[in-house]
């Protein structure tokens, strides 16, 4: 059974950083493009990154380009979201997903993460 | 590609059918998915390529439609069933457009 764990959620001040984390079991880790999506509290789904199987290829929302990285390390079962200069309208909660012919197969519980003064 | 859906809440008695549409902005050919919120947890993947249910989703749901036009229908409204139901193209990939949602709740 796939199961996707995301941590490192915390409030942070604007303009600050974070790491969320998300540990997969169930799966062959290498087989799979993983996403990361967030969703504002009472609002609806944002996709946020993707990035491929070997790690080549990295895409990111308009929103977010140029202030978050992702990354994934397949000795430890992980993906990683590194968030610079967060902004209170990234306030949300941050879920990880593996890619399935072009949809989100499997999700975790998600992290949430505040941004606020 | 912009994708609209309808209602923005369904009051629905249990046991009753309920109908979710949802609109693309332009043709997304089969290339639609639903996916499900319980309140408090993660979206799960309830239908792909329009009609196809995922690993372990009940026979109650299902999924229609084509190019523009796409409904996903709940046959008997069981209480997991009350929930947030979102649609997804992945025409445009990545990373596809998600509907705004639609929330079923008891009547």
């Known amino acids: 059974e796939v199961h996707l764990v995301e941590s490192g959620g915390a409030v942070v001040q604007p303009g600050g950083s974070l790491r969320l984390s998300c540990a997969a079991s169930g799966f062959s880790f290498d087989e799979y493009t993983l996403h990361w999506l967030r969703q504002a509290p009472g609002k609806g789904l944002e996709w946020v990154s993707l990035?491929?199987?070997?790690?080549?290829?990295?895409s990111y929302g308009d929103s977010v380009r140029g202030r978050f990285t992702i990354s994934r390390d397949s000795r430890k079962n992980s993906l990683y979201l590194q968030m610079n200069s967060l902004r209170s309208e990234d306030t949300a909660f941050y879920f990880c997903?593996?890619?399935?012919?072009?949809?989100?197969?499997?999700w975790g519980q998600g992290t949430l993460v505040t941004v606020s003064s | 590609i912009v994708m609209t859906q309808s209602p923005a809440t369904l009051s629905v008695s249990p046991g009753e059918r309920a109908t979710l549409s949802c609109r693309a902005s332009e043709s997304v050919s089969g290339n639609l998915g639903w996916y499900q919120q319980r309140p408090g947890q993660a979206p799960r993947l309830l239908i792909y390529?329009?009609?196809t249910r995922a690993t372990g989703i009940p026979a109650r749901f299902s999924g229609s439609g084509s190019g523009t036009e796409f409904t996903l229908t709940i046959s008997s409204l069981q209480s997991d069933d009350f929930a947030v139901y979102y649609c997804h193209q992945y025409k445009t990939w990545p990373p596809g457009t998600f509907g705004q949602g639609t929330k079923v709740e008891v009547k």
């Open positions: 990035i491929t199987r070997d790690g080549e290829y990295t």
């Open positions: 997903a593996n890619e399935q012919s072009k949809f989100f197969e499997s």
């Open positions: 390529g329009t009609s």
